[in-house]
């Protein structure tokens, strides 16, 4: 967590309000019934009076009520609340509120209720959702229905479900693990890997020797990529592997398969350095460059020749050279000294976030409620207590001396109650992280749309040319800062949603809590032209940053 010092130091920069009388809980229950009305109960869910209006509103006839009081019974922890859940859930027909509805019911409800989960699921079609809040709360249990889950939704993020599943006990991925090699599933297989990668971990030795080592080629393939990989990621290949390595490098030289054939050359230039340019890996990234699209990081384009970077940027950019620069920058980049690892380690495990997403109509119905006019500087942040489910467990605000709430305040800390934690690549969540909720017109609507999922999402820069910014916005200066003589580079990673706008922000780097929440505040005005995949706009993951400089 932040220390004393840090947490001043980032409530003194929130902009301060103006005199608020706090409604009691008889006035917010004297609200007309919207989701902004139900979302101010947050803090009280669990008084009688409060879950009795909760209670009802899931019964309600309008699904943006009923989503908003499941919401809100979830973050609120209203576990007494099961069973209208549980009535609510067999009979919902919409999938945003079922979405709501299946966390509850997956999370209070625990393993005897998973297939009632699963049941409503497959009917309301949001299995990935179903298997999203499994995995979170029921952890390696969820894996004895992934059978189920795959059976159910032929596009299922297989691999974002496992990860998650598996997060607190790794071990439990296994026996599966070996089924689909004794099976030769291959997408399994790959699904497993990923899983792997998303925790920058080899895997067990023994079982990279079977893959490699397969006489099924999908099996084979996905090893020799996943070596690729781990090994440009800077992940050490343990001894006992060497050997196995050497032959299978020796033997996949008279590969026929060009995939093959590639994939080893990558691992040879990585084993022993050596390189050998060959017409054939130019035609497979002149013709088959989306094919290498999932493999392609920036680990990767290090690995590449110059002749190779030239003619991928000739099937993936308008300017072939633009890869060239981004090569440039990438070796200027791994020239850079790190960051002290206890720092790196600090905001891995505290990490400075922004609220993430919620249900339809949720956030306007809580500006109209409230009558917050949100504005450019105006930020609410807290620090949280997380439990796996992604739900909040304590919540302690950060307000300077003498603060009084005002109705855009009021509105920032209902979304920090209501707020659910998503879950990072490796998929666990932080138990503690500062959350901030920005008050900026543009990051409110984009929180509102539906949010993108972590599995879907593309990281630009990764073989994608970052993409163009429409609206741009500087940062304001604090002036303590700038009296304390405060500078540096803000690095943060924004998730571009498939419109453009910015959302789900998470600090990386910081020199300074003052300078982490005006940056937040800048970067959440940006508006970006949607980037395309195969002619279609996708979500990306992009890191920006943001430079304060008192010259």
């Not at 791994?334 to 790196?344: D, F, I, M, S, T």
């Not at 304590?394 to 300077?400: K, Q, R």
């Not at 990386?508 to 508006?527: C, F, G, H, Y």
Request: aromatic share 6%; hydrophobic share 45%.
């Amino acid at each position: 967590m932040l220390d004393s010092t840090h947490r001043f130091a980032l409530a003194m920069v929130l902009v301060a309000s103006s005199s608020y009388a706090q409604p009691t809980l008889d006035e917010l229950l004297s609200l007309p019934l919207s989701p902004g009305a139900l979302a101010l109960l947050a803090s009280d869910a669990t008084e009688p009076r409060a879950s009795a209006r909760l209670a009802a509103a899931l019964g309600n006839e309008a699904p943006t009520i009923r989503a908003a009081a499941a919401r809100v019974v979830f973050t609120g922890g209203v576990s007494a609340l099961l069973p209208d859940a549980e009535l609510a859930l067999a009979s919902e027909v919409d999938k945003a509120t079922g979405a709501e509805l299946v966390r509850i019911v997956a999370s209070f409800g625990g393993s005897e209720k998973a297939e009632l989960v699963l049941d409503a699921a497959e009917r309301l079609e949001i299995v990935s959702t179903a298997g999203d809040a499994l995995a979170s709360s029921q952890a390696h249990g969820a894996l004895a229905h992934v059978d189920r889950l795959r059976a159910a939704e032929t596009n299922l993020p297989l691999a974002a479900f496992l990860t998650a599943a598996s997060a607190r006990f790794p071990g439990a991925l296994v026996p599966l693990a070996v089924r689909a090699m004794r099976e030769a599933d291959g997408e399994f297989w790959a699904a497993y890997l990923e899983t792997l990668r998303s925790r920058e971990t080899l895997g067990d030795t023994g079982m990279i020797v079977f893959g490699i080592s397969s006489r099924d080629d999908e099996l084979r393939l996905e090893t020799l990529w996943h070596l690729v990989s781990v090994m440009a990621s800077g992940i050490e290949i343990p001894g006992p592997l060497g050997p196995f390595l050497d032959e299978a490098l020796e033997v996949g030289s008279r590969s026929e398969d060009p995939w093959e054939a590639f994939a080893l050359e990558l691992i040879r230039r990585q084993w022993t350095e050596a390189v050998t340019e060959d017409a054939q890996w130019l035609t497979l990234l002149r013709s088959e460059s989306e094919r290498l699209f999932p493999f392609l990081t920036n680990a990767h384009l290090l690995l590449l020749t110059r002749n190779e970077r030239r003619t991928l940027g000739e099937s993936r950019y308008e300017d072939p050279q633009e890869l060239d620069a981004l090569h440039q920058r990438l070796e200027s980049v791994r020239k850079l000294p790190e960051a002290p690892r206890q720092e790196l380690e600090t905001t891995k495990r505290s990490p400075v976030m922004t609220i993430a997403s919620f249900p339809p109509g949720f956030v306007s119905s809580l500006i109209k409620v409230t009558g917050c006019e949100p504005s450019m500087n105006g930020a609410t942040a807290a620090e949280i207590q997380i439990v796996p489910d992604g739900r909040r467990r304590s919540t302690t605000f950060l307000v300077p001396p003498g603060f009084e709430m005002d109705d855009c305040d009021r509105m920032g800390r209902a979304l920090i109650l209501t707020n659910v934690s998503r879950l990072r690549r490796d998929g666990t969540r932080p138990s503690t992280q500062t959350l901030v909720a920005l008050q900026t017109a543009p990051f409110l609507s984009c929180v509102e749309a539906p949010a993108p999922r972590e599995n879907l999402l593309q990281p630009a820069g990764h073989g994608m040319k970052a993409p163009e910014k429409k609206r741009d916005q500087s940062p304001f200066y604090p002036e303590g800062a700038r009296r304390d003589r405060v500078q540096g580079v803000v690095v943060m990673d924004a998730i571009i949603t498939s419109t453009g706008c910015v959302r789900e922000i998470t600090t990386l780097r910081s020199p300074d809590p003052r300078l982490t929440l005006a940056s937040l505040l800048a970067v959440s005005q940006w508006e970006y032209e949607p980037m395309l995949r195969a002619g279609k706009p996708t979500p990306i993951m992009m890191t920006v940053t943001v430079n304060f400089s008192l010259r």
